[in-house]
């Protein structure tokens, strides 16, 4: 609706009411949809890289295995000597499968290759299965950290000190032969493979996360609340794909896809190939 202004305001122009500001407009706000980071941990990362770890190696204890709140993967307490002052050095990894309290894990150029060790990408053979890889030289792991995830490393070029590597997506990346990563796969595997079974099991899950559960579907809201809502059958009504810089109360559904629909023809071939293993 709208309204006339007064006659004292004789030069403004008109308010206009649109419709209701929609859900995903309300998450870019943060209030109640921000993560619920208050019981979690502490940021799960490598150790910043230093002078022991670019030239030789350094020893490391893990001293507990812990849980952490909203993330499938259990991670690793590792206690280090400090390489400069007469301390430990404590660091929270994200635990790789096979690894136990007691166990001596050692990070560097010139570390073993074996389960939970932290070397960089050019010092391993290639086919080898990493988890927690770094993009950058000395991000301190960014890539397959979620539970069961691991990335293979399909070549390297020491010409250009390049690798390339296989992300968990199936996608092929080529980072410097400088970035860190664990020897392993991410602890946790199969946890998406049991089903949730009810909803109160949901519940729990998502109030660990952030405010993302129940999500009601726009097809079931009306045309106010959302762009697919209404209509005497749940039915969007026009395409679900929506253009890259559609004003942020019409952008959702399919965002700038580039393609939809199944798989079909050897791309399906492919993709059924690689979902079986």
Not at 187 to 201: D, I, N, S
Not at 236 to 245: E, F, K, W
Request: overall charge positive; glycine content about 12%; hydrophobic content about 35%.
């Amino acid at each position: 609706f709208f309204f006339w202004p007064s006659p004292c305001r004789r030069g403004a122009s008109l308010l206009y009411k649109m419709g209701r500001v929609i859900r995903t407009q309300r998450k870019g706000a943060g209030s109640i949809f921000r993560s619920h980071t208050h019981h979690r941990q502490g940021a799960a990362q490598f150790r910043s890289e230093d002078y022991a770890e670019r030239n030789g190696y350094i020893k490391g204890l893990v001293t507990e295995l812990i849980h952490d709140s909203g993330r499938g993967a259990p991670l690793a307490r590792v206690s280090f000597r400090d390489t400069i002052r007469y301390a430990k050095q404590k660091e929270t990894f994200i635990a790789a499968e096979g690894m136990y309290t007691g166990q001596f894990l050692y990070c560097g150029k010139k570390a073993v290759l074996a389960i939970g060790n932290v070397l960089p990408v050019g010092s391993m053979p290639e086919g080898t299965i990493v988890c927690n890889l770094e993009s950058k030289v000395g991000d301190r792991g960014c890539l397959a950290r979620a539970s069961g995830d691991y990335a293979i490393i399909v070549a390297h070029n020491p010409d250009a000190n390049i690798t390339r590597v296989k992300l968990p997506s199936g996608a092929k990346k080529i980072i410097p032969s400088g970035c860190r990563a664990m020897v392993g796969q991410i602890a946790g595997g199969g946890r998406t493979e049991k089903p949730l079974l009810k909803a109160g099991v949901a519940y729990h899950k998502y109030k660990a996360k952030r405010n993302a559960w129940p999500k009601v579907r726009g097809v079931a809201m009306n045309p106010v609340e959302h762009p697919h809502g209404g209509g005497n059958h749940q039915h969007i009504g026009h395409a679900s794909t929506v253009r890259r810089d559609a004003p942020p109360g019409k952008k959702v559904g399919l965002i700038a896809a580039r393609r939809t629909g199944r798989l079909r023809g050897q791309k399906g071939l492919l993709a059924a190939k690689e979902k079986t293993g």
